[in-house]
Structures are given as structure tokens and as C-alpha cells.
């Protein structure tokens, strides 16, 4: 953590000083598990939060379909992993919290999702940059490989592959600006004034261990349930 944030306590992070990079999140999702190990489930839960967060910054930096699926393989069991904990929490302290910690992260895994097939659905109707963006990631994953093979000495690669990076960030910064690039963390709080009075609903997440359930009305969490697979 000291190399990728200099000089920053892992613990102490914020999400300012997230940014998207397949390492750092890599060590974040890493640090929480180790943080659970070590029964400092706050400290855990709070990097499973940073993790969510450099992974939506990564999300991000890819266009095409190919790109963002090898970027977000792990999403649902980073997710999975999260919500296992909070429910753990909620069973042996009964601290609400940790009920609205799982809605949160249920519905925040869903959102982005959504978001993504909304992107998406709008990047096909400017299908000939997507075309050159799938092209261009192609071209730098090509470069990259061959600059690690040559032990990075190849100034000529190195120039092909920073012209690459400045092309996709010059499509990358229109497609965002014509799609939208925002994706947004939801409070469980701000769920729960939608709903009218007397109205309920459930939200699921089913992972590759259990069934998670929680329902709710216009005054909070009424109801939470996990159902072993």
C-alpha cells in the first residue's frame, strides 16, 4: 500500500485516494479478507468499500464488452464476499448497521451492472467508435506484451504504445461525455423514503454459497434472511 499510496496507512484510506488499477484493487479486496481473519470487521468492510470503488474506476477506463468482462470477472464474488461479512456481523451482534451495510451492498452491486447495459446500450448507436476502441485496446494489450517480452527497452514500442493510450484516452473521455460516466454508491437510507406507506418490497443477491433477502418498507429494514445453496 505505501508504494501505490505513498506514505498512506492502508486503514486509513478514503475514496479520494482511490484510483483505478487491477493492483491496488487487487491488494484492497486482500487486506479486507485479512482484516476479517483478524475480527476487525469495520476495518474489513470499509476496504471492501475502497475495493468496490477502484474496481468502478477500472470500469471506467474500458469501452468494448471484451475489455470490462476480463475487468469485472471477480465482481460478484468480491461482492459475495462483502455481504457474507456483513451478515456474519448482523448475526452475532444484531447491530443494524451491518442489515443496512447488506442492503447496500446488494443493491450497489446490481446498480452497476444496470448502469454498464445502459452504457452499453448507448455506445452501439456510435458503433463505429466502439469499433476503434475495441481495436485500440486490442493494439495496447498486443504492446504491453510484447514491451514486458523485450524487458522494456524498445523505444519504438514504447512510443506505438503511449500513441495508443493517448488515441483511447482521447474516445474514451467522448464516449464518457456522450454516455455519461457517472456511477453512484447508494445510501440504503435514501431506498427507504421512496416507498409508500404500507408498501414493502425484497431485494435478492444470490451468491455461490447462499441466498440473501432482505425486505423493506418506507420505515427501514423489516426482514433479513440468508439461505444456504
Not at 30 to 54: D, E, G, H
Amino acid at each position: 500500500a505505501s508504494r501505490l499510496v505513498p506514505g498512506t496507512d492502508i486503514r486509513y484510506l478514503k475514496e479520494a485516494d482511490i484510483y483505478g488499477e487491477y493492483t491496488l484493487l487487487d491488494l484492497l479486496f486482500t487486506a479486507a479478507t485479512v482484516y476479517r481473519s483478524l475480527q476487525q470487521p469495520a476495518t474489513a468492510l470499509a476496504l471492501y468499500r475502497l475495493c468496490f470503488t477502484a474496481e468502478r474506476e477500472l470500469r471506467h477506463q474500458y469501452i468494448s464488452s471484451s475489455a470490462k468482462e476480463a475487468a469485472i470477472s471477480d465482481s460478484r464474488y468480491r461482492y459475495e464476499s462483502a455481504i457474507a461479512l456483513a451478515w456474519r456481523c448482523w448475526r452475532l451482534t444484531g447491530d443494524n448497521q451491518y442489515r443496512r451495510a447488506i442492503l447496500e451492498l446488494m443493491e450497489n452491486s446490481k446498480s452497476q451492472l444496470l448502469w454498464e447495459e445502459m452504457q452499453q446500450a448507448q455506445l452501439h448507436g456510435n458503433d463505429s467508435i466502439h469499433k476503434r476502441i475495441r481495436l485500440l485496446e486490442q493494439a495496447q494489450l498486443y504492446y504491453r506484451k510484447e514491451l514486458l517480452q523485450a524487458g522494456g527497452s524498445d523505444s519504438l514500442l514504447q512510443l506505438r504504445e503511449q500513441r495508443t493510450a493517448w488515441d483511447l484516452a482521447t474516445l474514451r473521455k467522448k464516449i464518457r461525455a456522450e454516455a455519461g460516466a457517472a456511477t453512484y454508491q447508494l445510501p440504503a437510507d435514501s431506498i427507504f423514503p421512496l416507498l409508500a406507506p404500507g408498501q414493502r418490497i425484497r431485494t435478492y443477491f444470490t451468491g455461490s454459497n447462499s441466498l440473501y433477502t432482505v425486505e423493506l418498507d418506507n420505515k427501514g429494514i423489516c426482514y433479513a434472511d440468508s439461505v444456504p445453496l
